[in-house]
């Protein structure tokens, strides 16, 4: 019998920071080879739900539960998260002078796939086969012809003096390399001009792949006419209040926020 195990699922998530409730009972089922849009006006707990997912120390999970893979996640540090498979492209990514992107990826990639190389090999008794130096130049290599990007754009200092398309590119980049089978987007489409959202989305389309699910987070339709979804999710005042397949984010297109804004306001 197949499992039927979710890939990820949140249940009645209730999350607050400083004493403020901003998650007020979230629901949410992604299993793999799925794209979810999840869209709502800024303040609506999108951007707090996807920094819980990746375990942010500074929200406070009051009740409800993240499963992946059947494992409640809330047991696990970031970077164990992010060993499982889990990962989150920023909003806005850090920049960190001094410090190459070449290396910087090297140091998280090799960490990762090092242990998950070391959990299997403790679940079938076999050798740790960890990741060369080598093995990571020839896989950055392959994933930068993947997304069309330079190879000069590995010897810059990590997203110091980008533009909002290249520190975009630089997250993309990144989830190619450590391949997750859960990939959060927190608005993607942020800062982004035609041409470079046009970039960004044929890279995460490149990546798209049966093993992996998409949590894609934006305000705006113009991103899935590019990443096409295959559920949408509305978020209001912390909570999803209306799901549907691609129809309904043309049809919050349209209509805009303010008919959902006034029903759901004081619920």
């Not at 794209?35 to 500074?58: D, E, F, R």
């Amino acid at each position: 019998m197949a499992d039927k195990t979710p890939t990820f699922e949140i249940e009645n998530l209730h999350v607050s920071i400083e004493d403020k409730e901003i998650l007020k009972g979230v629901d949410l089922t992604i299993n793999k080879g799925e794209v979810h849009a999840l869209m709502g006006p800024n303040g609506s707990g999108k951007s707090t739900l996807a920094y819980v997912i990746a375990g942010h120390p500074a929200y406070e999970v009051t009740e409800g539960s993240i499963r992946y893979n059947g494992e409640d996640i809330f047991e696990l540090s970031p970077d164990e998260r992010a060993q499982r498979g889990i990962f989150l492209a920023f909003q806005y990514p850090t920049v960190i002078p001094g410090v190459s992107m070449a290396n910087f990826l090297r140091m998280a990639v090799t960490n990762v796939r090092n242990a998950r190389a070391e959990a299997a090999a403790a679940e079938t008794g076999a050798e740790v086969q960890k990741m060369a130096p080598r093995e990571f130049r020839r896989l950055m290599k392959e994933k930068m012809a993947l997304l069309k990007m330079d190879d000069a754009f590995a010897t810059r200092y990590l997203n110091e003096g980008f533009s909002g398309g290249e520190k975009k590119r630089a997250e993309i980049l990144q989830m190619a390399l450590l391949e997750p089978s859960l990939a959060v987007l927190d608005e993607t489409d942020s800062g982004l001009d035609i041409d470079a959202l046009r970039v960004v989305s044929d890279g995460v389309n490149a990546l798209m792949n049966p093993d992996m699910g998409i949590l894609l987070i934006t305000h705006y339709q113009r991103l899935l006419n590019h990443i096409k979804p295959d559920f949408v999710h509305i978020m209001m005042n912390g909570r999803i209040v209306q799901e549907g397949g691609p129809e309904l984010a043309h049809e919050l297109e349209a209509k805009g926020y303010e008919t959902l804004r006034a029903q759901y306001a004081t619920s």
